[in-house]
């Protein structure tokens, strides 16, 4: 059977670009500045906005009754988050953090409605990444029920330097702290730690004792290694 080929709309999808698109539209104009550490907004805050990353890294995370923090997500240009109000979520139900200085720019839950609503691409483009933000909550749970802390880690910084996201992926971690980088993995610091210069010296990564760090493709067979 010949292989099917791919529609014009599917490449069209393919092509669109989320940014230029805001910006014709007269959205991308509700930029905010964000500095390393400092919250774009706070669990139980009012849920009035969808965001987009411009340039930057934001980190979601959600905070148990008991004041312990978990980690659900590092986030990098291009991605979308805080979608919750589009379905109905009046306050946030995790916290937002800039791991290192950010771009983000807001969008009314009005606006995106209609931008959903009346912009195929655009919908198309946002149903996308949220799929795919779907299958990264199933795989990051599936790497913490059955992988070691060593191979959770390698994935971690795989997935900070956006490793296979692009044609020249970015090969530098954001400066994050190691106590991040263990709530990420779920593990201690100092295992963190040992598990970073036995990293750089099997010459997996460019590494000085302090983040941000570089990475090298070899990584990866830490985590494809059974």
């Known amino acids: 059977m010949e292989a099917r ?10 092509a669109f670009n989320v940014q230029t698109f805001l910006d014709s539209a007269g959205v991308a104009k509700t930029i905010v500045q964000y500095g390393r550490g400092e919250a774009i907004f706070t669990q139980g805050d009012t849920c009035e906005h969808v965001m987009y990353i411009q340039s930057g890294g934001v980190k979601l995370s959600v905070l148990s009754k008991t004041g312990r923090e978990a980690v659900v997500a590092m986030l990098g240009p291009g991605d979308f988050f805080g979608e919750g109000c589009l379905a109905g979520q009046a306050v946030r139900m995790g916290s937002a953090t800039a791991i290192t200085a950010s771009a983000i720019l807001l969008v009314g839950k009005a606006k995106m409605v209609r931008l959903l609503h009346k912009q195929h691409a655009m919908s198309d483009r946002f149903i996308s990444h949220m799929l795919a933000r779907n299958v990264r909550i199933e795989e990051d749970l599936i790497d913490q029920l059955f992988n ?3 191979k959770r880690l390698a994935r971690a910084l795989l997935l900070l330097a956006q490793y296979g996201k692009q044609d020249k992926p970015v090969r530098v971690v954001p400066k994050i702290s190691q106590a991040t980088l263990a709530e990420m993995v779920g593990t201690t610091r100092s295992r963190v730690n040992f598990f970073l210069n036995k990293f750089k010296k ?9 983040l941000p760090l570089k990475i090298n493709n070899s990584l990866l067979s830490v985590v494809l290694h059974d």
């Open 202 to 210: 099997l010459g997996f990564i460019e590494y000085d004792g302090e």
């Open 148 to 150: 070691s802390s060593e």
């Open 5 to 14: 080929k791919p529609s014009n709309g599917a490449a069209k999808v393919l």
